[in-house]
């Protein structure tokens, strides 16, 4: 059974840094696009940045020049760096992937989320 085990969320302090762990358990054949949403009190999930195997980026508007998705393949694992984190930058924060189990079945992953806080 593929799983995806998040850490690094935490309280911290307008403007501090934090940085998120995505990591990919079980048998798999490989990893295509990863993905951070996050779910505020009271709102939609959205989605904040996605990263391809190919290391391809976007993000969301509200994060550009803050925060920096990337990932590490032979680690199976997903980063994401926020700096100057704002007090509307607290979430529960979720990790996606689409992951190839074997020659053709590919399955579309979350992880159980972490919970980000940013104090003013």
């Known amino acids: 059974q593929v799983q995806l085990v998040e850490s690094g969320g935490g309280l911290v302090q307008a403007g501090g840094s934090l940085r998120l762990s995505c990591t990919v358990s079980g048998s798999i054949f490989s990893i295509n696009t990863m993905g951070w949403y996050r779910q505020a009190p009271g709102k939609q999930r959205e989605l904040v940045a996605t990263?391809?195997?190919?290391?391809?980026?976007t993000y969301r508007d509200s994060v550009k020049g803050r925060f920096t998705i990337s990932r590490d393949n032979a680690k199976k694992t997903m980063y994401l760096q926020m700096n100057s984190l704002q007090p509307e930058d607290t979430a529960v924060y979720y990790c996606?992937?689409?992951?190839?189990?074997?020659?053709?079945?590919?399955?579309?992953?979350w992880g159980q989320g972490t919970l980000v806080t940013v104090s003013s």
């Open positions: 996606n992937a689409a992951v190839r189990t074997s020659y053709d079945t590919y399955v579309n992953v």
């Open positions: 990263i391809t195997s190919t290391s391809r980026t």
